[in-house]
């Protein structure tokens, strides 16, 4: 039995609020917190001797990161934020044909192709908020070569099926390009299968390791260095070479991340990604999928409107509900009962993470039950 007190006691934000907004931030643990305070103390008391540590300390996180993933360490790389990242694939995937995106979802997977340059076209949403296959059929054209989306639709919760996205791309020869950032750390994202090309996310959110810091794959038959846009010193194959007149770029997808690593943001991803990984990664899409289930409950009994929701394997941790009053007017209420959530849209989106529980189902309850 999982004892999922102990772990939700791991995060000292859930003490003091009903906690029903990871889709807009998450609590970081204690460890994860731990683990980049200890990074700057050992900083301001020794400088920069445990370098050699930390630079084997980064490639064991890369390691658990890649293995939550299901994919190699060298198709991983740390990046500043999702919006960098996919900036940097829309760069590194020019020439390579039309985009389908799809209207609604969040900037950071629409705006890098627009700015780029690429030709896009955008599938429109159905009622959950993604586009279905038949819609995507439909925009898909002979010169399409991309298809982008976010895996969990930020506002409603809906969740593509990636196996079957995989093999929607895989059959039309489209590459596929996944910000997974409002998925990934709360439900199952293998790539194993090799259907998905690029992948990003931020690290705030699910993954629980804080702001400004997130990772992305590359799938290894992207990474011929000649495709490389950019480069730093430790983009080289040997980078204390220190050769430079000569580009000799690593094949690794660490070489996208130029310059010196950020030790404290990556070392709190290591601490949250152990928590993930000894929890297990089914448990927690059970628990998540059954507190999102929950919290559809407790906002439909207070008469709230929810838009049809899907199978299992397209929900997530995310519930969107029509707001009865103007929605930051009502985010706030919310807020001043201890009980926080998001305002988007016509409505507030709540979130459950695997360290909720039924006391915050039932804070939210009485909360929605004291509305003026
Ligand atoms: C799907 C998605 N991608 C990206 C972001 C933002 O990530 P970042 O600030 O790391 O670019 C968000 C934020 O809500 C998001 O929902």
Redesign the pocket.
Known sequence: MTDWAAYRAEFPALETQAYLNT???APISRAAAAAAIQYYEATERDGDVHWDDWLARVEAVRAAAAQMLGADSGEIAF????????TLVAARLQGRGDVVLVRG?????TYPWMVAGHDVVFAEPGVHGGATFEELERVVTPETGIVSV?????RTGFRYDLRALGRFCRDRELLLVI????GLGAVGVDLSHGDVDFL??????WLTSG????LMYAAARHLDPAAHTAAGWRSARDPYALVSDVLDLSDKASALELGHPPFAAIFGLGAALELLQAIGTQEIENRVLHLSTRLGQVLEDAGLRLPPTGPENQRSGIVYAEAQMDPVRMRNELLARGVYVSARGDGIRCSTHFYNDETDLERLRDALDSMP
């Open positions: 889709a807009a931030g990046v500043q934020n999702a919006s960098a990242a996919m979802d969040f900037p950071s997977v976010g895996l969990v639709q930020y910000d997974a950032t409002q990003v996310s931020s690290g705030y959110k702001y400004g810091f997130g």
